[in-house]
């Protein structure tokens, strides 16, 4: 399965935390009456509220409410809007275009626009809410594009798997990675229109054409990241498509949403050239040609390992037989 994969903390913006000391609004012990001794004189004025005493706790709710739960309202709901206007584009595609050849290029970049537009969204997640909240999301969203893209891979690699072991046409796989590339790199369009409108106070500032590169690491490492776990993946998909087991396309996200956490402070985690092109290229911290060693040849040249992999008699054994097992063993206990 080929989807997209995203590195928390892409762009260098600090998280608003919205923090209150609310220990500042308590009074130290020492500076209550003491219960023990009676007071000289009884108190006067009116009665103090909790709210008086301790007057940070209700703009403590206000605060979390109106920053953190709103803004992850915002930031779901751009996200579902995306993923909502994509799938409706590429029915009416299927619909209208009977081209088999223009209607693949054109459900190829829709896909990739959805793909990068969303993942610019994930940006915001990842920076504000952490890893555990940006591996959900993008847990889930993978399923989905799963089972909405159809023939689409929004993944050039997945097309160079086709050409080498199914012969299709060199034409259509060329203008096809065309097509993804274009929507990738056009998704930042209408992202950039949503953020500046600032709907939400994560959104704040991010509408801008600045952005810094996820590669923390010399570029030869990437490039060994990139390539190792595309290969990887490539295969726990190739093995879960040669089983067909019960929740194969859960089972196959939640493997490649591991990979890109354990990659995401390394080189990104992408193992996919057009999303890392979509929402990387250009940006400061490496050159061009270091982003196309890394980002194109690494997970290229990985999902090539895996076609030779795979092929290998004793490899795919090896993948199959702990899947094969625990799928009948699950088919014994349900008889």
Known sequence: MTYPTYRLGEEDHSMPTGHLDVSSSIPHPSALPDSSTKPSSPPTGPLRSSNDIFPASADLGEQMLSYQNMSIIVSTLTIITQLALSHYIRSKISDIVSNDLL?????????????????????????????HSYAVYLFLMTIWWGQSWGSATACPYSLLEEYVEAGTSGVDVVLKIVGQTIGGIASFRWVK????????????????????????????????IECILTCACRLVSRALGELEPKYAGAIDSFFATSMV????????????????????WGCKGHTNAEHIIVYWAGSILGSMLSIKLWNMDTVKDALCAPLLGASTKKEEKED
């Not at 970049?109 to 504000?128: H, Q, R, T």
């Not at 956490?261 to 990387?280: D, E, I």
């Open 103 to 131: 209607r693949g290029v054109l459900l190829e970049l829709v896909a990739a626009a959805e793909m990068c537009g969303s993942c610019f969204e994930l940006i915001i997640i990842a920076d504000n809410y952490g890893v």
């Open 193 to 224: 229109y949503l953020w500046m409108m600032e709907m939400a106070e994560t959104h704040v500032g991010r509408g801008i054409d600045d952005c810094s590169a996820d590669l923390q690491v010399p570029v030869m490492w990437g490039f060994l």
């Open 261 to 280: 956490v354990l990659a995401f402070n390394y080189s990104g985690g992408y193992f996919n050239p057009v999303l890392a092109t979509g929402l990387k």
